[in-house]
């Protein structure tokens, strides 16, 4: 057992340990020195197995890897890139330098052709409508016409013909009262073919030309008409 001694004033703390001599041993026994000396290998034997067992639980740490730590393919990135930035640097300061020396200019130019996707479906439609088209006015040239002029003009003739023969007087006498009732529009009519001479006399060589063709042709016609008229009054006498 052991006991303190309280402290009292101007005196040093003493501490006394009193142990019995003899061993207790927890369970009753005949002998105490032999219980004592079972006791204490059975001790020492636990502790020898405690010291020597091992945990269920393993705590150690993984093993490690030398791919893991190194990370070679990270490195080589990394090389890749600071290769890269220091290329284009260089770039960088190669043009900046060009620029120091010289005035400077921009490069925006672009040295590429456009290029459409359907282009060439287009130009494939396109030569596929001009075709159609050509056939359309090779069909339309080479189509006969329904109606004939030249029959038409034959029978105005022959209508006139009719329309003279049943007529009270004759067509001529009726355009002279006419022309005689209505002298203004003649004189329109001759101030008209003055203004027309005139346009042709400031007119180019080939108007000219096409003005006298015109000039002729309605010439001929007046002797047509008139060797007509001629004819009809010849009929009428003979009446």
């Known amino acids: 057992m052991k006991s303190c001694d ?26 105490k020195y032999l219980q004592q000396k079972w006791d ?16 269920t639980i393993n705590t150690t740490p993984p093993k490690t890897y030398d791919h893991l730590t190194l990370r070679l393919k ?10 890269k930035i220091e290329r284009e640097n260089n770039m960088l300061m190669e043009k900046i ?26 130009q494939l439609e396109l ?16 189509c006969r016409p329904h109606y004939n ?10 209508t006139l013909k009719v329309m003279d023969s049943i007529a009270r007087y004759p067509r001529e006498r009726s355009n002279k009262q006419k022309g005689q009732e ?4 003649k004189c329109s009519d001759c101030d008209k073919e003055q203004k027309i001479s005139a ?30 008229e001629g004819t009809r009054t010849e009929m009428q006498q003979d009446r």
């Open 6 to 31: 309280l402290e009292t004033p101007g005196q040093l703390q003493t501490v006394r340990t009193m142990t019995h001599q003899a061993y207790q041993p927890l369970l009753p026994s005949g002998n």
């Open 74 to 83: 990270k490195l080589k990135l990394e090389e890749e890139w600071t290769t």
């Open 182 to 185: 209505n002298p203004i529009t």
């Open 40 to 55: 204490m290998a059975s001790y020492d034997l636990h502790r020898g197995k405690v010291k020597s067992a091992k945990p």
């Open 97 to 122: 330098s060009r620029i120091m020396r010289t005035t400077g200019g921009v490069d925006n130019r672009k040295y590429y052709d456009r290029k459409s996707l359907g282009k060439e479906k287009r």
């Open 127 to 142: 030569l596929r409508i001009t075709k159609e088209n050509q056939m359309i006015l090779f069909r339309l040239s080479q």
């Open 149 to 158: 002029v030249k029959s038409w003009h034959e029978d105005w003739l022959k």
């Open 199 to 228: 346009d042709t006399t400031t007119q180019s060589p080939a108007s000219n030309m096409a003005t006298d063709k015109a000039q002729k042709i309605k010439s001929e016609k007046g002797k047509e008409t008139s060797e007509k």
